[in-house]
């Protein structure tokens, strides 16, 4: 059954495309979850139009799909856990349209985000999500999981900021839905049923996106408060008030620590940090920054200061992520969102759930959305501290749902965070996710075993 | 049988709460399309808990339901152009909760938006979908819609500014979708599904919506041009800069002389016009309202006024549509969107139908969103002037397409647009669109006739 599938899609594809060698399928098999699965071969698509043949070949050979990127994903989303083709886009990398007038790009889906970005930039033009990743992440990826970042505050994530999309579904069938244009009411959005489907409904073969025009400004303040209910209060000050901050960027104070180490930067007094940027006309921004500053000024504020070192602030807290992996052997990143008036309380329970489980908790994000990565420390070769993380990790999602809060904000689900989907979806929601999938893909050959609930 | 139905159905709500009479079912039987259909009854819904009882009854006896909120769908989108119960949700009109400190706001589907935004004001928020009709059009219908408004284009359709969702869909199921939270990658979109669905989907019981802070203040600038052509690179000047305006209008010269009546101005340059609104806090509009001004300074620019007078002709610009009622006793708006870099060219084509069909075309509308509303007027008496006026709308939405357009920005598809789908949407996507339909609605109960191609 195998050997026929390798053989009739090497005779589609032709050489050099599909790779069969144990190092090259080991390569392809896992994700930044540092999840793995050996795929039963490795294909590159290179035309949109070929896509059809390779999923009904697949199909005919029940054989799954997992479709890649450039794998950044942190859930396993990118992982071949059930084996069969890993689908990799990345030599599908064509940028195929600027349109400076419409303010719109249309790219393959193999485009770096980085690259979209410097070709819209040529035009003074960007696209909104900015994940940390983005100098190595694709497009389809960043659709794959309705990717953000910190600017998301402002400008919304990956489905709000896409137009249109051809795709090709779990039958062979191509479509395409959206239209060039920035506004609609016709009909059911698919658009925004394909962003954050993760592969399990159909393979993106090109997207048309909604550029931005690049603001000529951007500047920053930095604000240091004595707990985290501080500078949540802040957080809902500067909400309300109507300068909209590009970004809201929380440092807890375990998350500051580090940072400062990061950065170089001499011990100061502890304290949950706010960084929070603006953008705008080079005229406009110093009002900006003031109006924002006064919104932070309240009680618990121990330090305000304007943009100078935030900068090196910055670069540390991109930095966060990748060190956490040695400031331990491990850890458990949990990408997830609360309503904002929900923040002081789950702080106070990220503080208890260290305590009972003897972990560090760390916790950095977007919290003008709400979004906080809580990453849980530990050391991967103590059996004990593993365990005791699964265990933390799990009682961290019961407590951001009992909280009301979302599973993830930008991340997605992939196969991480299945376990929790039963508790957070609604059971008829999930449902009718399970017959939406059905007529996108009744024989569930597009990345099975992720996203959907058991 | 439908004795039966309805004899179940008083039985099930009780007294009052389900019309018979002619006259009532007469009055419920078209909405502001002008289209009418006789429905077999009319029921008014009290509770979210009573809609599946509600639903099943009607799917049991194979009875069409008709959701209405105000029924100011311009599309007839609320008409039961299959007879059937119309459920009116005007009753169901309790505004459930403001949460000023997540900015969010949670509704039963029969609130107004208007009602919705003098309780969001009274925190200083606004909810951003502002359609003309929105002292008398229901949230529920502007969600069935997408609605959008003038200042769709800084703040997004009725879509974008949608968290959560509770519904009822075909079969009875009730669901809830969505999070009290502003950011989500966790999955299938139901949401912004069922957002723009036209209830053909599901029943919305409940809706949980995106607010944002009211901007203290509010100003505008008002630009005439010599021909389209000037105003349409003024549009595209603006939007390339970085003051993102609350609203850009425009009135082609057919439009401009209208309003200018309606305002009681005097007869001024006949040209086309554009309306800038800009909104901000005190010390920043003035500066953004500069920039603003600089970026619509071009070849072609007649006059450029600020502020002053835009009040009056604002009002008059609102009064366009029903206006319209009066110059003419016949008119079909088609709510088109088109590229912006296609408008010049689209302007043109306009020109030519008008000469053509000899029927007055006005067009007016969001046009930094590329959304015109497009009025082609006639005698309904006349019954050449009535055919010719059809075939020019016809020969108008072939263009709309030719040129990459949409058939719709905020108003929806309804009973009048889908003759135009077919063109419209690639063959898969109205399979896959049927294909979501019956995983909703496997009986086609709700909403029949509306949205879907044949």
């Given at each position: 059954m195998n050997e026929a599938f390798l053989k009739a899609l090497e005779a589609l594809l032709?050489?050099?495309?599909?790779l069969t060698d144990l190092p090259d399928r080991i390569a392809y098999g896992s994700d930044n979850s540092r999840r793995f699965g050996l795929p039963l071969a490795v294909a590159f698509a290179e035309q949109a139009e070929e896509l059809p043949e390779i999923v009904q070949l697949a199909r005919r050979h029940r054989i799954p799909i997992t479709p890649r990127g450039?794998?950044?994903?942190?859930?396993?989303?990118?992982?071949?856990s059930e084996g069969?083709?890993?689908?990799?886009?990345?030599?599908?990398?064509?940028?195929?349209?600027?349109d400076p007038t419409d303010r719109i790009a249309r790219v393959a889906p193999g485009v770096l985000n980085a690259d979209l970005q410097a070709a819209a930039a040529a035009h003074g033009l960007f696209w909104p999500p900015d994940p940390t990743s983005a100098g190595y992440a694709t497009i389809g990826g960043n659709l794959a999981c309705n990717a953000g970042g910190p600017r998301t505050l402002k400008y919304g994530q990956a489905r709000l900021n896409t137009l249109a999309l051809t795709a090709v579904d779990g039958c062979g069938r191509s479509f395409r839905t959206g239209?060039?244009?920035?506004?609609r009411a016709a009909g059911y959005d698919l658009v925004g049923l394909l962003v954050g489907s993760e592969g399990t409904l159909a393979l993106i073969s090109e997207a048309t996106l909604a550029l931005r025009p690049l603001p000529p400004a951007r500047g920053a303040v930095r604000a240091l408060y004595g707990d985290a209910s501080a500078a949540v209060a802040a957080v809902v000050r500067v909400l309300r008030?109507?300068?909209?901050?590009?970004a809201i960027e929380y440092l807890d104070p375990q998350a500051l620590a580090l940072a400062r180490r990061l950065g170089g930067?001499?011990?100061?007094?502890?304290g949950a940090l706010l960084l929070v940027e603006a953008d705008g006309d080079e005229e406009e921004l110093p009002r900006a920054l003031a109006r924002l500053s006064q919104a932070l000024?309240?009680?618990?504020?121990?330090e305000l200061q304007a943009e100078a070192d935030c900068g090196r602030l910055w670069e540390a807290r991109r930095k966060l992520s990748p060190a956490l992996r040695q400031a331990a052997s491990g850890k458990i990143n949990e990408d997830v969102v609360l309503p904002i008036g929900r923040l002081v309380g789950f702080a106070h329970r990220l503080e208890a759930l260290s305590a009972e489980w003897r972990l560090p908790i760390l916790s950095f994000g977007?919290?003008?959305?709400?979004?906080l990565h809580v990453n849980i420390l530990f050391e991967a070769e103590d059996r004990d501290e593993r365990m005791r993380a699964e265990s933390c990790a799990e009682a961290l999602m019961q407590q951001v749902l009992a909280l009301?809060?979302?599973?993830?904000?930008?991340?997605?689900?992939?196969?991480?965070?299945r376990p929790f989907l039963a508790a957070a979806l609604d059971p008829m929601t999930a449902t009718l996710w399970r017959e939406l999938k059905r007529v996108f893909d009744p024989d569930g050959i597009l990345n099975p075993g992720k996203l959907l609930p058991d």
């Open positions: 032709g050489p050099g495309r599909v450039r794998a950044t994903a942190t859930t396993g989303a990118a992982v071949p069969g083709l890993v689908l990799s886009f990345e030599r599908m990398n064509g940028l195929l349209e600027i239209a060039h244009v920035r506004k008030q109507p300068v909209t901050p590009t930067a001499e011990t100061g007094p502890p000024t309240g009680e618990g504020l121990l977007h919290i003008g959305d709400g979004n009301g809060g979302a599973l993830s904000g930008e991340h997605g689900i992939g196969l991480s965070k």
